[in-house]
Nanobody, 124 residues
Framework: QVQLVESGGGLVQAGDSLRLSCQFS????????MGWFRQAPGKEREFVAA????????YYADSVKGRFTIARNNAKNTVYLQMNSLKPEDTAVYYC?????????????????WGQGTQVTVSS
């Protein structure tokens, strides 16, 4: 069974950076597409970024393109989300997701496994 554990969230000011980590266990990490989603209070969960099995294939929501970077370290079974130039509207609980067969990387239903989430709060 796949387990995902996020870490790295916190309270920062606008313009600051944070790096989230998601530790993967239970299966062969390299066989899984990985995604990051977020959910702000009172809003639906939304796609942030995804990495296909090959780290060279990455996908981003328009709202984070140019500011966030997803990266995976297959040797450490970890996927990262580097978040730069943070804005108050980035405040949300960030979730890591994984699936061996994901095709539509921006869709929640493409991912079978989810982490418990980590809170990111950006103050103005």
């Amino acid at each position: 069974q796949v387990q995902l554990v996020e870490s790295g969230g916190g309270l920062v000011q606008a313009g600051d950076s944070l790096r989230l980590s998601c530790q993967f266990s239970g299966r062969t990490f390299g066989n899984y597409a990985m995604g990051w989603f977020r959910q702000a209070p009172g809003k639906e969960r939304e796609f942030v970024a995804a990495s296909k099995w090959s780290a060279s294939s990455t996908y981003y929501a328009d709202s984070v393109k140019g500011r966030f970077t997803i990266a995976r370290n297959n040797a450490k079974n970890t996927v990262y989300l580097q978040m730069n130039s943070l804005k108050p509207e980035d405040t949300a609980v960030y979730y890591c997701a994984a699936d061996p067969l994901a095709s539509n990387y921006g869709r929640e239903s493409s991912y079978k496994y989810w982490g418990q989430g980590t809170q990111v709060t950006v103050s103005s």
